[in-house]
């Protein structure tokens, strides 16, 4: 399972770190990541990270949210700087692995004055 955690309402111009936190045992990952939902639109990708460490984000988001992992504990974060009222959504972790994906539940992000 994955929790994630840190989404919030902050204003536009704000910070917030997203964390995602496996608990249980995860097979064979390779990568891992952030996806985001607004309403009424399809899933997309914000940031990945491979298991050597090669990140991949999206341009919408480059220059402003950078990820991370923390091997140790496998938590993966999302930092999140210059937000604005479009980054606003359910922000999902993702595990992949060869053989399937791992999603959370989510957690809200709002970005409004």
């Known amino acids: 399972q994955l929790m994630e955690s840190g989404g919030g309402l902050v204003q536009p111009g704000g910070s917030l770190r997203l964390s995602c936190t496996p608990s249980g045992g995860f097979s064979s990952v390779y990568r891992m990541g952030w996806y985001r939902q607004a309403p009424g639109m399809q899933r997309e990708l914000v940031a990945t990270?491979?298991?050597?460490?090669?990140?991949n984000l999206a341009d919408s988001v480059k220059g402003r949210f950078s990820i991370s992992k923390d091997d140790d504990m496998n938590i993966v974060y999302l930092q999140m700087n210059g937000l604005q009222p479009e980054d606003t959504g359910v922000y999902l972790c993702n595990f992949a692995s060869t053989i399937g994906d791992y999603w959370g539940q989510g957690t809200q992000v709002t970005v409004s004055s």
């Open positions: 990270i491979t298991i050597d460490d090669k990140t």
